[in-house]
C-alpha cells in the first residue's frame, strides 16, 4: 500500500547533516522495509487508516522513524552497529572533546537502556522485555536495526540540545 510512509519523511535532517543525502534508491528500500514492518506490526487494517492520514503514522507508530535511522545508519556506516562514542564522533562530524564524548557516550547508553522496554513493548506488545530475544527478533527481523535506530535518535537528540559553538 502506497501513501502510508513518504520515503523523504523518513531521512531524518540531521542524518544528512552529518552524512549527506542517502541515494533514493536507498531511501526507497528503507521505506519499502518500515512499510512492511507496519503491516506485520499493526496489521493492513490498521495500516489502510495510517494511509488515510499519515500523521497519524508518529502516533500510532513513532518507532517506525528509529527504524529508519536504523537503517540508514547501518547502510552507510554497517554492518555492524557502532558504539556510541564512535556514533556520537560520526554525528558531531567529531567536533567533541574526548571527555564529553565519553561522557555523551554513557548518557545516550543510559537513556537507550531505560527507554527501550518501551519500544519494544509498543512494537511486540506487553512483557516483551521479558521475552527471549530471539523470540523477540524471530516475530520482528528488522528489530536489531530499530534498537540500533533508538540509540541513534537519543544520541541526535543529545547533539541538537547541546550549545551552539
Known amino acids: 500500500m502506497s501513501g502510508v510512509l513518504l520515503a523523504e519523511e523518513l531521512v531524518d535532517p540531521m542524518l544528512v547533516a552529518a552524512f549527506g543525502p542517502a541515494q533514493p534508491d536507498i531511501v526507497e528500500a528503507v521505506a ?18 495510517l494511509a488515510s492520514d499519515r500523521n497519524l503514522v508518529r502516533l500510532v507508530a513513532p518507532w517506525v522513524f528509529d527504524l529508519a535511522r536504523g537503517l540508514l545508519v547501518l547502510q552507510r556506516h554497517g554492518p555492524k552497529e557502532l558504539a556510541s562514542g564512535e556514533l556520537l564522533d560520526l554525528l558531531s562530524r567529531h567536533q ?11 548518557t ?19 512483557g516483551a522485555c521479558a521475552k527471549d530475544p530471539h523470540a523477540n527478533a524471530l516475530a520482528a527481523p528488522w528489530l536489531a536495526a530499530l534498537t540500533y535506530g533508538h540509540r541513534v535518535h537519543i544520541a541526535l537528540e543529545l547533539l541538537r540540545l547541546l550549545p551552539a559553538n
Open 96 to 106: 567533541l572533546g574526548e571527555h564529553d564524548r565519553a561522557r555523551f557516550a554513557e
Open 108 to 126: 545516550v547508553d543510559l537513556a537507550s537502556t531505560l527507554t527501550l522496554d518501551r519500544v519494544l513493548e509498543h512494537v511486540l506488545g506487553p
Open 32 to 49: 519499502g522495509v518500515c512499510t512492511d514492518a507496519l503491516f506485520s506490526t499493526l496489521g493492513p487494517d490498521v495500516v489502510a487508516v
